[in-house]
T-cell receptor
Framework: QQQVKQSPQSLIVQKGGISIINCAYE??????FPWYQQFPGKGPALLIA?????SEKKEGRFTISFNKSAKQFSLHIMDSQPGDSATYFCAARPTGTASKLTFGTGTRLQVTL | DAGVTQSPTHLIKTRGQQVTLRCSPK?????VSWYQQALGQGPQFIFQYYEEEERQRGNFPDRFSGHQFPNYSSELNVNALLLGDSALYLCASSLTTGQPQHFGDGTRLSIL
């Protein structure tokens, strides 16, 4: 049962452009929303995370925007670089479950020269 | 500082067999979670171990079982393997439950 819907499935962005990946959730009892980056042959690496009491969080070129009323959150990658080419997963953690992350289906990002 | 390490990296089994996958958490971490990642999909939570006990479980059958040792390392066991069990199995560790999880590079399990 899909509880976190992620879009788009794939994304092509030119170098220097902005990459935007969106996620929507159905269960309101989530209290932690991380984004993971995964390169081929590697495990997911934590990129940035946000809690629902904050509307935006920025770390370097990566920004999470969170809209609690719409149950949506998005990842913005500014000044996208070829090295950012990877698969990105949003996730959500149900309140009280401590570690049980529910992942989206992933977005394959390709940054072209 | 070693991160999460998993072994083996690749494994080929046949239907009906049993398999054991191993995970050593990141130094200082005491909580281990296991995930299954099918090709082209996001990881799915199998279960979490803390203080040598299974604390949470996802929607996986009893064929999937685990263990955590006093040194916090963990094993995932899968019995009566099915073709659908072919996937990347990821181990994630954290400093106590609720803290950010760090993933290993996984074990690629192929069932013939």
């Amino acid at each position: 049962q899909q509880q976190v819907k992620q879009s788009p499935q794939s994304l092509i962005v030119q170098k220097g452009g902005i990459s935007i990946i969106n996620c929507a959730y159905e269960n309101t009892a989530f209290d932690y929303f991380p984004w993971y980056q995964q390169f081929p042959g590697k495990g997911p690496a934590l990129l940035i995370a946000i809690r629902p009491d904050v509307s935006e969080k920025k770390e370097g070129r990566f920004t999470i925007s969170f809209n609690k009323s719409a149950k949506q959150f998005s990842l913005h990658i500014m000044d996208s670089q070829p090295g950012d080419s990877a698969t990105y997963f949003c996730a959500a953690r149900p309140t009280g479950t401590a570690s049980k992350l529910t992942f989206g289906t992933g977005t394959r990002l390709q940054v072209t020269l | 500082d070693a991160g999460v390490t998993q072994s083996p990296t690749h494994l080929i089994k046949t239907r009906g067999q049993q398999v054991t996958l191993r995970c050593s958490p990141k130094s200082g971490h005491d909580t281990v979670s296991w995930y299954q990642q099918a090709l082209g999909q996001g990881p799915q939570f199998i279960f979490q171990y803390y203080e040598e006990e299974e604390r949470q479980r996802g929607n996986f059958p009893d064929r999937f079982s685990g263990h955590q040792f006093p040194n916090y390392s963990s094993e995932l066991n899968v019995n009566a393997l099915l073709l659908g069990d072919s996937a990347l199995y990821l181990c994630a560790s954290s400093l106590t439950t609720g803290q950010p999880q760090h993933f290993g590079d996984g074990t690629r399990l192929s069932i013939l």
